[in-house]
């Protein structure tokens, strides 16, 4: 059962470019940093080169947008500015 009073995390990727492993990866990664403070991520199946990564209907990256895709630093970084700003990421945040 999900937790609706916690943030949802929706990634939306292209079925036809195949980048299903990707976006599985990166809500992998999510999962892994911010695991409780998250009550979902969802993977959604689109077409025509999307890839678009929302967290509570805030757009976060979007691949024609923010040209290709994001490393799991900056992803990670976007997800907690969003959800935590004052929230230090350990390693993810030094230099």
Not at 55 to 73: A, H
Not at 80 to 89: A, I, W
Request: proline share 4%; net charge negative; hydrophobic share 35%.
């Amino acid at each position: 059962m999900t937790d609706t009073t916690k943030p949802r995390i929706v990634i939306t990727y292209c079925t036809q470019c195949q980048w299903l492993l990707r976006a599985g990866w990166m809500a992998q990664e999510l999962l892994s940093t911010f695991g409780a403070d998250i009550g979902e991520v969802a993977l959604v199946p689109g077409t025509g080169g999307v890839f678009q990564i929302d967290c509570n209907d805030v757009v976060i990256w979007e691949r024609q947008r923010d040209d290709g895709f994001p490393d799991v630093k900056t992803l990670k970084q976007r997800v907690r500015d969003q959800l935590e700003p004052g929230r230090d990421l350990g390693h993810i945040d030094r230099a």
